[in-house]
């Protein structure tokens, strides 16, 4: 027994030594990374996750909060709070990639935001890791390319059009 106290004694103090650590490595990433009680109230995050607290819990459900986000999983339009992924993770469910939402920011701006989360068990109650990665850049890129695309296919479907609607040859040469 007191071989097993040493051992817990042991990882005790190995989580103590690696506090500085973890913090170090939660307010370095690129991500905002925030832990939420069973109540769904927020109990750590970096300091990345701050401006996006009301995404799990009463507050999901929250009008004020609620027309900030616009959650969207697949090609089904928008999604309900109780389909959030903070929420989902109190349930028991992990979600990963994640949920893509249109987020509005306090000045109006919008950005595009995956969340993802996933339970884990303390004190015998589920508990949620919620992390949110800014994918604006992108979502937006897409956009672009999907327009491009687009107008490039019009501009070919034109051309073709044009050239076989001439009854003389046509030749066409490269620089």
Known sequence: MATLDYALGGVERALRDQSPLLASILNTLPLGVGIYDHHGHLVLSNALMHPYVGLIGQASRDPTQMNRWRGYEGDDGPITPDRYPGNRALRGETVLPGVDFLHIEQDGLERWLRVAAAPFLRDGSNEAVVVIQDVDDLKRA??????????????????????????????????
């Open 142 to 175: 897409a956009k672009r390319i999907e327009a491009a695309s687009a107008e490039l296919a019009s501009q070919s479907r034109f051309l073709e059009a044009t050239l076989s609607s001439i009854p003389d040859f046509v030749y066409a040469f490269d620089p």
